[in-house]
């Protein structure tokens, strides 16, 4: 299975995206497809989907290469397959040695993001009578070792083993991008239209994603209550929420009248329930598509200087807000994170000048004992 490659796919149906992956005939690769299809009913993001078709597909190219079967694998060969990947593809062959200087091809973080993928795939093929669910997976003993933090319900389960990767590779997190206060204030200025300042204004003032932004509708903003709720719906645009609950975030007064001034300036008495709408171009009226905003950060790149990503906003509104001192469970609760946990692995963190801030606060460069 030396010639397999991902393939976009649209159900005739409901015309919801998916991912594919089909061989050198243009078949699908039947035990990926079924899982694949098992990810989209479950209602992941298209994106979702495709990262785990590019994670399964050098999966079974790598089995290919090694005459391996799926369902027949061992902890051995994942071992193999990590290597595999870190080797640069053109040399992947094992003909040629690789001097230890040579730059891995794939991060730290990308094999484990694909070993990932491997364990869930087992995992559900386990269902399908293939018993390897526990390939990618070991088990602690209660009690073993470990770091000092506990999960949420910790003492109903405490005496049970916990489920471990067997294989993790060690790397490096980083830390989320963020935007100065003169970078935001330069992009909103380099806005054109009131439509385009106020998505930027409305991403960095209440730290949702751009697929929520582009699914919101007018009903969604409550003026009077200075508030926009955030659903998860079907959008035309393709536009999706990650969170399954609503949540309504609080916004600033100067968002409200912004939003006002959109309306009456630019939207008019344009019929359609979209907040962001294609005010300019063809199809007039059409809701904003992704493809459109990431035309409009290209130029604003150019026109700026600044190389940012609309992402970029939800990091830097959620930095200033833990930087302001808002309780890290509000914060989460903002951002629609199922798991407070995640809002911590993630933002969780003191910059640099954050940790220098702090230490000049409390007096720690001067008035000291000891002169250096």
């Known amino acids: 299975m030396r010639d397999l ?71 051995e060969n994942v071992a193999e397959f990590v290597a595999w990947l870190r080797r640069p ?109 106020f998505l930027f204004a409305v991403l960095f003032d209440t730290g949702m994603r751009i697929g929520e932004a582009l699914g919101l509708r007018h009903e969604d903003i409550a003026a009077a209550e200075s508030q926009i709720t955030v659903q998860r719906r079907v959008n035309d645009n393709g536009a999706r929420s990650k969170s399954c609950a609503p949540r309504t975030v609080p916004v600033s007064a100067e968002l409200v009248r912004l939003y006002a001034d959109y309306l009456h300036l630019e939207y008019d008495d344009l019929d359609s329930d979209y907040v962001f709408v294609n005010l300019w171009g063809r199809p007039h009226g059409h809701p904003l598509t992704y493809t459109a905003v990431y035309d409009l950060v290209k130029r604003l790149r150019r026109r700026t200087g600044i190389d940012f990503d609309p992402h970029w906003y939800r990091h830097t509104a959620t930095t200033r807000m833990l930087r302001d001192g808002v309780p890290i469970e509000v914060v989460s609760k903002l951002l629609g994170h199922a798991d407070i946990t995640t809002t911590a692995a993630v933002y969780g963190h003191l910059s640099a ?15 000291r004992e000891v002169r250096l």
């Open 5 to 75: 490659f991902v393939q976009r796919v649209l159900s005739p149906v409901d015309a919801v995206e998916s991912w594919t992956v089909l061989d050198g005939y243009g078949a699908p690769v039947t035990p990926i497809e079924r899982y694949l299809a098992y990810l989209t009913q479950i209602e992941r993001s298209p994106n979702t989907v495709k990262a785990y078709a590019h994670d399964l597909k050098d999966w079974f190219v790598f089995l290919g290469a090694q005459n391996l079967d799926w369902r027949e694998v061992r902890l």
């Open 89 to 197: 593809p053109q040399l992947r062959d094992g003909t040629v040695p690789i001097l230890p200087s040579v730059e891995h091809h794939c991060t730290e973080s990308t094999v484990n993001r694909k070993l990932s993928a491997l364990s869930a795939f087992y995992q559900h093929a386990a269902r399908h009578g293939v018993d390897l669910g526990e390939l990618l997976r070991t088990w602690q003993p209660a009690g073993g070792r470990g770091s000092g933090w506990k999960p949420f319900l910790h003492h109903i389960s405490k005496g049970k083993p916990q489920a471990r990767r067997a294989i993790v590779l060690s790397a490096q997190s980083k830390l989320p991008r963020v935007l100065s206060a003169a970078e935001v204030q330069t992009i909103l200025d380099a806005c054109d239209h009131l439509r385009d300042r």
């Open 353 to 367: 000048e954050d940790a220098r801030k702090a230490l000049e606060e409390a007096g720690w460069f001067t008035g």
